[in-house]
């Protein structure tokens, strides 16, 4: 089996290796500085080094900030596979490769999302995430975060390419008509993995197989509240997104297209969305409870792209006991 080796490992590296800790001391002093970006979603972080393990008190304000801002960018973080994998853990279990393919072959919690392609096979998924969605919503257990670390990031003239954009599922809550609101409290809506994939293959140029049957039934649709309760923040998003929502239940079919159709043109509206432009070593961490992203695919074959992504299930964020601890240090404070 081809097994990759990242290039960009130390010679000699595994990727594996793990600072020392040294927590007590940057517990002291620890200037970690959070900066909204001024738009919809967003926060710029900085003065902390994420390649160290992080002390109650910058997890628990990292937390916070993921729920209230939705996207944090940690730029110029110098990280590896296993420092990366050590950070996204601290949020809840990582997601593995279920196709065994496009993960570190050390670190098998960390995949690949690129274009690249060494020794005739992509490194890589190429087409991952290229229309609005959230992920994982097919599943029983939802995702809680993504976090991406930017290797190589395409460029054309000087121009970073391949930006990830973003919508606030809050601010689309709370702008949607009050009666649309009530009617839809208490219903839910069928996510379907299957409706993603096949956008995805009716894209000229996809070389993306059919599911058998055998993958529809390994991973069968799932049914979530239309609304949710945000375990950080406490406010109610609009949990229903373009790339997996199928139907809402408790409507006739012809009625749940129709509030399906409203639903989505009203959370894609220019206005609750924001655009990360991506420069390389950004660490990029997104909610995805009270967020929609699409990644931009406006990059050719030989721009290349690189990205190690960890993708953090939300098996322990619905835990109340779980944000309470984790958000301790904040009362404390
Ligand atoms: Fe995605």
Redo the contacts with the bound molecule.
């Keep these: 089996m081809f097994v990759y080796r990242p290039r960009w490992l130390p010679n000699g590296s595994h990727g594996t290796q793990c600072l020392a800790m040294r927590g007590p001391l940057r517990d002291r002093i620890s200037p970690m500085k959070i900066e909204p970006s001024g738009g919809i979603l967003g926060a710029r972080v900085s003065g902390i080094d994420l390649a160290r393990p992080l002390s109650a008190a910058d997890f628990a304000a990292i937390f916070a900030a993921l729920g209230r801002e939705g996207v944090l960018c940690f730029p110029g973080q110098q990280l590896d596979a296993a420092t990366l994998r050590d950070f996204a853990q601290r949020f809840g279990r990582i997601q593995t490769s279920v196709t065994g393919k496009h993960h570190h072959p050390v670190v098998p919690e960390v995949g690949f999302l690129s274009n690249v392609i060494e020794n005739g096979e992509p490194i890589g998924l190429a087409d991952?995430?290229q229309d609005w969605?959230t992920?994982m919503t097919y599943n029983a257990t939802v995702g809680f975060a993504?976090v991406l670390y930017a290797v190589k990031v395409p460029r054309r003239d000087g121009k970073p390419l391949g930006a990830t954009q973003f919508a606030n599922m809050h601010a689309a809550y709370e702008d949607l008509d009050p009666a649309l609101k009530t009617r839809l409290a208490d219903m839910s809506a069928t996510h379907d993995f299957n409706k993603f994939w096949e956008s995805m293959r009716s894209r000229p140029g996809s070389t993306r197989p059919a599911l058998t049957a055998e993958q529809r039934r390994s991973r069968p649709p799932s049914v979530h509240p239309v609304f949710l309760t945000h375990p950080i923040t406490g406010r109610t998003v609009l949990y229903c997104n373009p790339g997996y929502a199928v139907r809402i239940n408790e409507l006739p079919e012809a009625e749940s297209e129709r509030v399906l159709k409203l639903l989505f043109e009203h959370q894609l509206q220019p206005k609750y969305q924001y655009e990360h432009v991506w420069t390389e070593s950004d660490l990029l961490m997104w909610d995805h409870i009270g967020t929609l992203?699409n990644a931009v695919p406006d990059y050719g074959p030989d721009e290349h792209r690189l990205m190690m992504r960890c993708q953090i299930m939300a098996d322990r964020v619905f835990d109340p006991a779980f944000v309470r601890a984790s958000l301790e240090p904040l009362a404390a404070a």
């Design positions: 991952a995430g969605h992920d993504n992203h």
